[in-house]
């Protein structure tokens, strides 16, 4: 795929009048996300946990591009209180969105529970995001070329769903358990995408992955054995997050870019490169674990998505 291997920022087309919620907007992938996309004209809500590191990062945008469209908004993903304001609060003050980047997330922390007691990285990676994607959908409905992009990771092909111990109570491994809910990401981009086509809805749902990139991910959170392994000795081999971005930036903008597809680096062992069309695990594509994972997805949010297509004016 020619176009996609040497695609880089300067091919996204013109943003102009394009409204993007970018979740984890403050560092990592997700800054150079926004970065990327407020470079191009598009308008970014900054969705953050911390608004004054929000702030900074806006700022630092700012300044490099005068006149960028930015916005910052508080979202704890961990917390569904907090994506309940959110997208109050989005839809308070935006008619439409045009994409939506479930970007953030967090890997291999101490065990913990989220403010409504499911465990942290199921909460913060998947729950969090299938609610805003629940609560916002109607928004990108009403926009032109909509899409959602979630994004997931290699690591997803050794992740499974312990459905019988999603909170980890009954046995709690860190990578493990950032394996399923990177995997539970995979499963959800794919099954909405079968859900958005069966209702012929125009929303695009998209999966990205970074490949092998130095971020916060892998220093903030992890403990013991991961943090030395990912944080400091496997770094040197880390692509840079602007690079890391690619990925999930064609997945936002390529006029190419199809629903149901999962892009990721052209590099050897898709660590590392340019965007690609790139091979999603059979078991993240499988309809019977897509359909479960939804309806417990649905029960531990109160999140229902409502497909309906909008009336055109």
Known sequence: ??????????????????????????????????????????????????????????????????????????????DLDSV???????????????????????????RSLSAQGHELQFAANHLGHFALTGLLLDLLS???????????SLNH???????????????????AFYD???????????????RLAEAGSPVRSVLAHPGFTATRLQTSAPVGLVKVVFGHLLKPLAQAPADGALPQLYAATAPATQSGEFIGPDGRGELRGGPTRVRLSPA??????????WEVSERLTDVRFDFRVPASD
């Not at 996300?33 to 945008?61: S, W, Y």
């Not at 009403?142 to 997931?152: E, H, I, L, Q, W």
């Not at 993240?284 to 994972?293: E, N, S, W």
Request: glycine share 12%; charged share 25%; proline share 4%.
């Open 284 to 293: 993240a594509a499988d309809a019977d674990t897509g359909g479960r994972l």
């Open 180 to 194: 399923q809910s990177k995997f539970a990401n995979a499963v959800f981009g794919h099954e909405l995408h079968r």
């Open 84 to 110: 309940r304001a959110f997208a109050q609060g989005v839809r308070g003050d935006h008619p439409r969105l045009d994409v939506l980047v479930n970007n953030a997330g967090v890997m291999a922390p101490p």
């Open 1 to 78: 795929m020619t176009e996609q291997q040497s695609w880089t920022t300067d091919q996204i087309p013109d943003q102009t009048g394009r409204v993007f919620v970018v979740t984890g907007a403050n560092s990592g992938l997700g800054l150079a996300t926004t970065r990327a996309l407020a470079r191009r004209g598009g308008q970014v809500i900054l969705a953050v946990r911390d608004e004054a590191k929000g702030r900074r990062a806006a700022a630092d945008i700012t300044a490099e591009h005068p006149g960028a469209r930015l916005e910052v908004r508080r979202l704890d993903l961990a």
């Open 142 to 152: 009403r926009g032109a070329d909509s899409r959602v992009v979630t994004v997931s």
């Open 157 to 175: 092909r050794k992740g499974r769903l312990r459905f019988d111990d999603l909170d980890g109570a009954r046995g709690y491994a860190p990578m």
